[in-house]
C-alpha cells in the first residue's frame, strides 16, 4: 500500500476553489489514488477515485500527473458543509483493507 | 440500500465490564470491515471478513476483542474487560464483492462511540 504524505491542515473561505496535494512516491502500478472526506462524528465517505490524468465528478476533481507521485483534489467552490478531514490513499485492485493517515484537516470560513 | 448500519451509537461503560457493538452492512456486500478510530487520528484497521470467514486481523485486536459475522450477514464485535484505552469510535464498512474498474471503495456506517469511565 502506497505511503501518503499530505497537509496537515488547510484554511479557506467560502466560494474559493481548494487544492489538496497529495504525495505518493512509491506508488505502485495496481494503486489508485483514492480520496475519503470525514465529518466530525461520522464514518469516511468516499468522494472520487483515479489512475491517471483527470477524473471528475458532481463532488470534486481528482488530477493525477503522469508520473503518479503525486495527485491533488480539487473542491471548487467550497461551503462551510465542506470542513471536513480528508483523506488520500493509494489503493491496489486487490487490496484487503485501507490504511489511513492523519488526513488533512479543511476549515472553511464564511 | 439503508448503507451501514452500527448500534448503538454511543455507549458509556465502566472498566472491566464488557461491551458488544453490531455492524448491518450493505445487503449485497461480501466484504466487512471493523475499524478504530481516536481523537485527531486517521481509522486503524482492526479486522476483516469475506463473507463469514474472519481473513485478517490487525495486531491492534488483542485478546479481549473478538469478531464475528455468522452466516455472512450482520457482524459484532465484542470488547471483554474494557479499559480505559479502548475509549475510541468503532467504525463498520462493507464493500462489494469486487470492481470491474478501480480498486474497491469501501462503504462506512457512522460510527459507535464507546467511553470507557
Known amino acids: 500500500l502506497a505511503k501518503t504524505t499530505q497537509p496537515i491542515s488547510m484554511d479557506s473561505y467560502e466560494g474559493q476553489e481548494v487544492n489538496i496535494t497529495c504525495s505518493h512516491n512509491n506508488i505502485a502500478t495496481n494503486d489508485y489514488i483514492t480520496w475519503y472526506q470525514q465529518f466530525p462524528s461520522q464514518g469516511p465517505r468516499f468522494i472520487i477515485q483515479g489512475y491517471k490524468t483527470k477524473v471528475t465528478n458532481e463532488v470534486a476533481s481528482l488530477f493525477i500527473p503522469a508520473d503518479r507521485k503525486s495527485s491533488t483534489l480539487s473542491l471548487p467552490r467550497v461551503s462551510l458543509s465542506d470542513t471536513a478531514v480528508y483523506y488520500c490513499l493509494g489503493v491496489s485492485t486487490g487490496f484487503q483493507k485501507l490504511v489511513f493517515g492523519t488526513g488533512t484537516r479543511l476549515l472553511v470560513s464564511p | 440500500d439503508t448503507g451501514v448500519s452500527q448500534d448503538p451509537r454511543h455507549k458509556i461503560t465502566k472498566r472491566g465490564q464488557n461491551v458488544t457493538f453490531r455492524c448491518d452492512p450493505i445487503?449485497?456486500?461480501?466484504?466487512l470491515y471493523w475499524y478504530r478510530q481516536t481523537l485527531g487520528q486517521g481509522p486503524e484497521f482492526l479486522t476483516y471478513?469475506?463473507?463469514?470467514?474472519?481473513?485478517?486481523k490487525s495486531r491492534l485486536l488483542s485478546d479481549r476483542f473478538s469478531a464475528e459475522r455468522p452466516k455472512g450477514s450482520f457482524s459484532t464485535l465484542e470488547i471483554q474487560r474494557t479499559e480505559q484505552g479502548d475509549s475510541a469510535m468503532y467504525l463498520c464498512?462493507?464493500?462489494?464483492?469486487?470492481?470491474?474498474?478501480?480498486?474497491?471503495?469501501?462503504?462506512f456506517g457512522a460510527g459507535s462511540r464507546l467511553t470507557v469511565l
Open positions: 464498512a462493507s464493500s462489494r464483492p469486487g470492481s470491474t474498474s478501480g480498486a474497491n471503495v469501501l462503504t
Open positions: 445487503s449485497e456486500h461480501n466484504r
Open positions: 471478513f469475506q463473507n463469514e470467514a474472519q481473513l485478517e
